[in-house]
């Protein structure tokens, strides 16, 4: 059974940074596709930050460019997400998700990141 868990969120100003942290069980790391992040702000669809294959190489929506690293640790089964610069319009539920081939979509339960101005 595959399970994914998000750390991390959090009330922060205008400016600062947060690091999200998901960790995975019930699946060989290694074989994932993709992992990555999305976000859901309210009254707005679900749309993804970022996400990094394999092979280690990131995908970023352009909002975020520049100021959100993803990054992934296979030894920890656990993928990042540093925000830096943060703006009220990063304000959202982020969910961790996982795609493998074969095995589709799965997703965590969510974490709130609030951006005050």
Known sequence: ?????ESGGGL???GGSLRLSCAASGIIF???????WYRQAPGKQRELVANINRGGSPNYADSVKGRFTISRDNAKNTVYLQMNS???E???????NLWRLGSGNYWGQGTQVTVSS
């Open 1 to 5: 059974q595959v399970q994914l868990v």
């Open 12 to 14: 922060v100003q205008a």
């Open 30 to 36: 290694s074989s994932i596709n993709l992992m990555g």
């Open 86 to 88: 943060l703006k009220p």
């Open 90 to 96: 990063d304000t959202a539920v982020y969910y961790c």
